[in-house]
């Protein structure tokens, strides 16, 4: 890292560069925010000024591509070009960007948009950066696909979906989050490592989660019993116990390094000096207070595979969708739509709640009331699950009836409804899950491939199903402290009786 710079030390180029930066982004600022991001620069400056003489201290923003962290982002990138023109030290701003199977190529071209219009690109000052696991890149929109990364998405949405009946909300999104936080710790790690975490969760916000996070701590081997309010690294190390047990609990017992090669941990070694910085008080996350902010500086795009109900980075939530769609058809007998219109009214909600423009509301709430919508949902989705997962339509219905779990309570069911020519192969099946012979003659290694074919997971993947059970424990701790869930009506068979179900999902 550099020395601090003065706005004479500057060459005359990175100057022009920032004074117009900051002159365009300031045009799409109201000036509430101008104020706001004046005193969040000075506020942030008088918490940096502890940092080691001669270095610049290091600021670090998570970006995943969403309409709230670019937001954020800009900002956050207005405080640090307000502090550069007035004052002769400034600070760096590292962005990060979490990398996984679930971003469709349209949210790393907004990534890459976002950063061309406020400059940073050009900024020695900005690091932006791409995490893929524990690996750190130099940001790129046109970034191959991690297949390392992809691979582990893949096997955690299958192993965590066979626990839950495709429930959606924990098959996509607890691996996911524990990998955010992973990355976070990654960033903060990088280099010389980050002084400062901008946050925009309140002061509430932010004791709430440290208090969910001390409960599920609790609850594992090696947990913490108290967590401080604003100790992020202690906040990672609980988070690492919370990872480890969770995916020793999902994959099976596996060694230290086996977990960590498998991006199943939460990078705690980061700077003891990390502090937060909440801009929560100086902000207004609502999107449509800034929607020519986003759209026509930015350049942020909701593309249709990207922006599905309260997420705009990610195409996970339209699978969420199509997996009720099949739990629907193929797990209670009903219609495929039903269960299509069962999340979307539930999704709406969401978006309601969030506090989403009413017009993108409105967008949403049209792409799936369409009379086609049904069709052209499920083949799109069809589609991106086989494209980035490698998962075809059969995989996701065996993992809608979830039939190895629980020492396949549900195998019957499943093999007489989606596999009737192996229903007489039952036994076996049971006794090859169930390790009785060693699975290696050719009827074993038969019926191994048949279940692969169906399932898209291996013979131990599976044998480590047939001995775990439906929805356990800590799962069902992490569901409930989230909030992306509801009780809904619905009816589990054609024709009744009504009874209500918890929908989770985003």
């Not at 495709?166 to 990654?186: E, I, M, Q, Y």
């Not at 986003?294 to 249709?304: A, I, M, N, P, Q």
């Not at 369409?370 to 997962?389: I, Q, T």
Request: aromatic letters at 6%; a neutral charge; proline letters at 5%.
């Amino acid at each position: 890292m550099t020395g601090p710079t003065t706005c004479h030390s500057q060459p005359p180029d990175l100057l022009r560069l920032r004074s117009a930066a900051l002159e365009q982004l300031l045009r799409f600022l109201t000036p509430d925010d101008r104020a706001a991001a004046d005193r969040s620069g000075t506020e942030l400056q008088a918490l940096l000024a502890g940092a080691e003489a001669g270095r610049e201290g290091v600021v670090l923003v998570g970006y995943g591509g969403g309409k709230d962290s670019s937001y954020t982002l800009a900002f956050v990138r207005a405080m640090q070009l307000i502090q550069q023109q007035r004052h002769s030290r400034s600070f760096v701003l590292r962005a990060a960007t979490n990398w996984h199977a679930g971003m469709p190529t349209a949210v790393m071209e907004n990534i890459g948009r976002a950063y061309r219009a406020l400059g940073m690109d050009r900024d020695p000052d900005c690091e932006l950066l791409l995490i893929e696991g524990g690996a750190v890149h130099p940001f790129r929109s046109d970034a191959p696909r991690s297949r390392r990364v992809t691979a582990q998405n893949r096997t955690d949405i299958l192993m965590t979906g066979h626990r839950t009946q495709a429930d959606g909300r924990p098959t996509f999104c607890n691996a996911c989050n524990l990998s955010v936080a992973h990355s976070f710790g990654v960033a903060a790690a990088h280099g010389t490592g980050a002084d400062i975490i901008i946050t925009g969760d309140s002061a509430e916000e932010q004791r709430q989660y440290t208090a969910w996070i001390s409960r599920l701590a609790r609850q594992v081997p090696r947990g913490r019993s108290h967590l401080p309010t604003d100790g992020f690294p202690q906040v990672l190390e609980a988070l690492d116990d919370v990872a480890r047990a969770y995916f020793r609990d999902i994959h099976g017992p596996h060694t230290e390094r086996e977990r960590a090669e498998a991006g199943h941990s939460v990078h705690s070694d980061v700077p003891r000096r990390l502090r937060f910085l909440s801009i929560y008080a100086e902000t207004t996350y609502d999107a449509g207070s800034h929607w020519d902010l986003l759209t026509k500086h930015l350049g942020f795009v909701f593309d249709e595979l990207a922006f599905n109900f309260t997420e705009s980075d990610c195409a996970n939530p339209a699978l969420m969708a199509h997996l009720r769609g099949l739990k629907c058809q193929y797990l209670f007998g009903r219609d495929y739509r039903e269960g299509l219109r069962e999340y979307a009214d539930f999704a709406l909600r969401l978006m309601v709640r969030k506090h989403f423009p009413r017009h993108l509301i409105h967008q949403m709430a049209g792409r799936y009331a369409a009379d086609d919508a049904h069709v052209r949902l499920r083949a799109r989705v069809n589609s991106f699950a086989h494209e980035v997962y490698g998962l075809d339509e059969r995989q996701l219905i065996c993992m809608v009836h979830s039939p190895f779990t629980a020492e396949g309570a549900g195998l019957t069911r499943y093999l007489t409804s989606q596999a009737p020519q192996l229903a007489r192969h039952e036994r076996g099946i049971r006794r090859l899950l169930a390790h009785a012979g060693s699975g290696n003659d050719t009827a074993a290694r038969a019926l191994a491939a048949e279940l692969k074919h169906l399932s898209g997971l291996d013979l131990p993947q599976l044998r480590t199903l047939y001995a775990s059970d439906l929805r356990p424990a800590l799962m069902q701790s992490i569901l409930g402290g989230d909030p992306h869930k509801e009780r809904i009506r619905t009816r589990h068979a054609p024709d009744g009786p009504d009874v209500t179900e918890t929908l989770s999902g985003r």
